[in-house]
């Protein structure tokens, strides 16, 4: 016998990805062009060009670093999907793609520009990991919890690794993947504690 809600949830899930991802692989093809229009550029948000604070998440700094974010977000979404729904992917890419430029334009004032998804990543991860630990008791759960905050200890205190720095084309914003997770914990704990 099928599960008809689990083959539900991944359908969602999957469309999720393609609704994530799809506007990444179309703005690839513009190049640069599209980068330097959609990045979030701290002086251009604060002349009023707030919206790339949301369009920033789509640009990347070459297909490497594309690769690397899509890779991650099916992880991430295939992952937390099960535990979140589709309305509850949706609710933490949005508070994930609000909390990212806004933390970097308040609390990391020097920060000049950023582009990616690893913001939304882990704040899809975070919401995933943390719903399915308070609704759930899921023990996959933990571990996707743990595994989480193994990484950001890690960033904390040694930052990215200079390995990926090279491969993807630039510095990594660490800073970023903290206030993607603040918004995925918030989307957690907006989220009703059962189905």
């Known amino acids: 016998m099928v599960d008809h809600t689990a083959r539900h949830e991944l359908v969602l899930s999957l469309l999720v990805l393609i609704a994530l991802a799809l506007p990444a692989f179309i703005l690839a093809l513009f190049g640069n062009e599209a980068v330097e229009t959609l990045r979030y550029e701290r002086s251009a948000m604060t002349e009023g060009n707030w919206w790339r604070g949301l369009t920033c998440h789509w640009v990347h700094l070459g297909t490497a670093h594309l690769a690397l974010n899509l890779a991650g977000l099916a992880v991430a979404v295939l992952i937390a999907?099960?535990?979140?729904?589709?309305?509850?992917?949706?609710?933490?890419?949005?508070?994930?793609?609000?909390?990212?430029?806004?933390?970097?334009?308040?609390?990391?004032?020097?920060?000049?520009?950023?582009?990616?998804?690893?913001?939304?990543?882990h704040a899809i991860w975070a919401a995933?990991?943390?719903?399915?630990?308070?609704?759930?008791?899921?023990?996959?759960?933990?571990?996707?919890?743990?595994?989480?905050?193994?990484?950001?200890?890690?960033?904390?205190?040694a930052g990215a690794h200079p390995a990926l720095a090279e491969l993807i084309g630039g510095a990594v914003i660490v800073q970023?993947?903290?206030?993607?997770?603040?918004?995925?914990?918030?989307?957690?704990?907006?989220?009703?504690?059962?189905?």
């Open 81 to 121: 999907g099960q535990w979140l729904g589709g309305g509850g992917l949706l609710l933490a890419t949005l508070l994930g793609a609000a909390m990212v430029p806004a933390g970097l334009y308040v609390l990391d004032s020097h920060l000049d520009w950023y582009v990616g998804l690893s913001g939304l990543i």
């Open 128 to 157: 995933g990991a943390l719903r399915g630990v308070l609704a759930y008791r899921s023990l996959a759960a933990w571990a996707f919890l743990g595994l989480l905050a193994v990484k950001t200890i890690a960033e904390i205190q």
């Open 176 to 195: 970023a993947h903290w206030y993607g997770a603040a918004g995925g914990v918030l989307a957690a704990v907006l989220l009703p504690r059962s189905h």
